[in-house]
């Protein structure tokens, strides 16, 4: 996939797991939209591991499968940290 497929299906990704996680994506639309790129390429690559298939193609269903499970991963630890660090700090 080209440069501009990845930030569309990374852009898409993070609208999904804003919908899916509303309360543990903070930092609003933004966040959710840089979180869906990366979870895009983390779940290409943890897809290559372990199926010996990444993000291929644009229109393929398991290329959405992995982004979206990558996003959902990557938005998971950033709220665990992000909500770690929000309890953390002395008022």
């Known amino acids: 996939m080209g440069f501009l497929a990845w930030i569309i299906l990374g852009l898409i990704v993070g609208a ?9 994506v903070g ?4 966040t959710s939209l840089v979180l ?25 269903l398991g290329t959405w499968i992995l982004a979206i499970v990558g996003g959902l991963l990557v938005a998971g630890i950033y709220g665990a940290i992000a909500g770690r660090s929000k309890t953390t700090r002395a008022p």
């Open 36 to 60: 869906g790129v990366v979870g895009a390429i983390v779940g290409g690559w943890i897809g290559s591991l372990l199926f010996g298939r990444g993000v291929e193609s644009f229109f393929d």
């Open 27 to 30: 930092g609003g639309w933004v």
């Open 16 to 24: 999904i797991v804003k919908a899916v996680m509303p309360g543990r």
